[in-house]
């Protein structure tokens, strides 16, 4: 599931007007946000999310790691939010930021 440089450009645009949807502190990835993220990924397909971790090496680390178990695409990262796609299996046009 690669995304070409063309859908990025676009994806970042969609997503610039996007507020974080999970926030991730101190405590990490736990089960119930792992279920929150996978939640919103199949909703809207294209998400934000915060990273609230002061420790840069750490977040970048947590930010691949969920891109890891989530099986999702990393767009972009701009300090504390990365922008995470992946695609829904059956696209809600009413829900989808990529539909709307």
Do not use: F, W
Request: aromatic fraction near 4%; charged fraction near 25%; charge should be positive.
């Amino acid at each position: 599931m690669s995304v070409t440089n063309v859908q990025k450009k676009q994806y970042r645009l969609i997503g610039h007007a996007l507020n974080p949807v999970v926030t991730i502190a101190g405590n990490g990835l736990t089960e119930n946000v792992l279920a929150e993220i996978d939640r919103a990924l199949e909703d809207h397909e294209l998400i934000k999310v915060r990273y609230s971790i002061v420790d840069r090496e750490m977040r970048d680390e947590l930010i691949n790691q969920t891109s890891k178990i989530m099986k999702c695409e990393i767009v972009q990262t701009i300090g504390k939010v990365a922008l995470l796609y992946r695609a829904a299996l059956k696209p809600n046009p009413k829900l989808s930021n990529l539909l709307r």
